[in-house]
């Protein structure tokens, strides 16, 4: 009876991450999300998708581009050409590079091509199907965006492709910190990687955010220290020591994400408002500055 | 693979239908540029330009800003160039459209059916795989061949059509030596050499650019004749001496990590190979273009029948023999380029009536002192920087009224309107920064193979590089030598 139990107690353990999903664009192709896969495959028993999206913004901007210059009929061979190039591109060289990670490995994964714009593509996916995890590269200059990173609630984990040797989870008074200390005590026990927390009181944006994610009124930096420190406590009687910082969030993300020499940074819904021509999401900026790999816990 | 790609085709096919709507930013850029007529119609008269001159300038920005930000086709804003003047009486609508008649509109035309005719036959794909042939031996020689044969190609047809004819060889070539996208300094080179080859193999002819007949036909206006042949005498020192630069800059900036080619030189003899022997229109195709390249070399110039006549005697041909037929010229001759052109001739000419490009000239370069050296790399920078954020058609319709100005008024100088259209023309062809500045550049980044972080890495030495090409041969060649 006590065997039954602990396998079943192994298995919900080992299955925070069934269906991972891996969302690659064709406008740039990061080798390193398949070695990060095949580790948590393994760790979570997870399927994979691959899916290989052709990213319309780039066909459409060659298109407008052409316009003048060349006629309906030269752009739509060419962008045909385009696509024909993009489909043997994955099926050669991307979809390869996987099968021989994957299949070394046992891990059971399926292939998808879709046209679209990246976050919707994305976005569409995860609607229709069962997916708890999506690991993805991240390149600044490129011309998809990544709404996605607002716009969907499960799991975002951005690899870097740099191999360091710890975990940094960051809580602050701009997230629940419900779901960040969860994931990252797991991670860390699964990963076997030592973990540091953060709590930033943000000296920006000085609200709470609740468990639901709505932001209160403006709050003194006084009451939200004594939020970090009733978080930093309860989290003691865990075992995990919490670091409280106060500063600028995404800044002091970077600092300690430096100085703990971080694999992984698990960051929150944080819902930091936007200065007044904040034209990016904070976690957008935070991926743009990341020489780490971020797990964005919608 | 066949499911995949019927899916991709049906999506295709979707998006193909959707409506195209014109967004609040494009509406807020169409009214702030229609707003610049309006404040240079507040705005006080200066001293030395007419209320004309000054509505004039005001077309200028309008112009300006609608090319650079595109909130409606190139070709429209060349419309509206056309058709504003005459609305604000700055010039009658007769001499608006008599602008037409330039035979370089003309000569346009006829290059392009001829460029049609090459591609209906993919005689152009055929030359492209031959030139390749010649430079399998090494990695670095097989980027090199990629960026000669490109800039060879765009001698006698259109940059962006040589870009897109390119991609699909040099991908698939790619694809079978297995190498990843934006990891292989190899496949950034091999694609990047695509993107410039094109640029630079543009200056070499009056084919290659659409700027380049447009400076022809604002030197006819202002009686200046340049033939084929002058066009390449002035053109094709920068274009030896920047193509071998630019490609030493691509590899100096991405060091190739492969020493095996062999695969490539597989997949391009089995290109030739499946490409099989010249087919019966392929030859005549050849002939006439043969033919038309002599004409244009030794009789394009006035006293006999001139570049317009020769193009369309070439086209005229090709319809005799069955090498094409009016539906290609359908599919595959841009006519908005023709409008385009139209507007921007228009926005010279009202330029010059107007005196506006004169006191655009004299304020400008006031701060250079009347300095002919620092004029020339004056209007080389300004026309390098203008052409990398805007089309580079509208960046020279722009810019060549205010050259010829300068060389007008200031004629002691010694800087002819000759040296200072070539001067402006060929700097305006010099697009390497960024990806929205040509769609050759677009198209190329289109492969995934390089980042925009790459080409602006390269692009900004390269066309440091070319700034400095074309201000020695300007000073020492064109001036020196050849007495512009």
Known sequence: MNNVIKK??????????????????????QKEIFEISTVLAEKFHSTITLLYIIEEKTLDQTDKLSDVYRTTFEKEVTKKEIIQRYISSADNIIFKDAKQLFTRKNILFNETIIQGEFSEVIKGQVAKNDY?????????????????????????????????????????NLAPNQKVPEISIHLSQILGLPLHMLYVVDIEDTVE?????????????????????SFASSMQERGVQVTIVNG?????????????????????????????FGLKSLKRKMAEKCEYSILFVN | MKEKKDKIEDKFRLIKGKTPTTSQKNILIILLAFFMIILFHFLPTPEGLTYHGKIMIGILFMGAILWIAEPIPLAITGLLIMIIQPILGIMPAKDVFSAFGNQAVFFLIGAFILASAIEKHGLHRRIALRLLTFFESSPKLFTFGVMASCAFLSFIMPEHGVAALFLPIVVSILIVMKI????????????????????????GTLVGGARNPLTVGVLADNGITVTFFDWMKYSMPIVLIALPLVWLVLQISFPIEIKNISTAKREIDKQVSSAGKMGKYEIVVTSILVLTIILWFFFSSPEYFGLAVIAILGSILLFITGSITWRDVEERVPWGIILLYGGAITLGFGMQTTDAGIWIARSLFAALSNNPILIILGLIIITVVLTNVMSNVGAVAILLPIGIAIATDIPELGVSRLLASMIIALSGGLAFMFVIATPGNAIAYSSGYFSTKDLFKSGIISNIICIVIIFVVAIVYWRGVLGL
């Open chain 1, 8 to 29: 079943t107690k192994e298995k919900q353990k080992h299955s925070l991450f069934e269906h991972i999903l891996i969302p690659i664009s064709s406008e740039f192709y």
């Open chain 1, 132 to 172: 708890d995890l999506i690991i993805m590269g991240f390149e600044k200059e490129c011309v998809l965006n990544y709404r996605l990173f607002d716009d969907i609630d499960i799991p975002i984990w951005i690899e870097s492709g740099h191999n360091k040797e710890s975990l940094l989870a960051v809580c602050s």
């Open chain 1, 209 to 229: 955010v609740d468990s639901i994610g709505h932001r209160s009124e403006r709050k003194s930096l006084q009451d939200l220290t004594k939020r970090a420190r």
């Open chain 1, 248 to 276: 600028i969030l995404e800044k002091e993300t970077e600092k300690a994400a430096k100085q703990y020499e971080a694999r992984l940074v698990i960051v929150g819904r944080e819902q930091k408002k936007r200065g007044i």
């Open chain 2, 180 to 203: 990843t996208p934006r990891k292989s300094n190899f496949g950034k080179i091999s694609m990047l050499s695509i993107a410039y080859g094109c640029s630079i193999g543009s200056l």
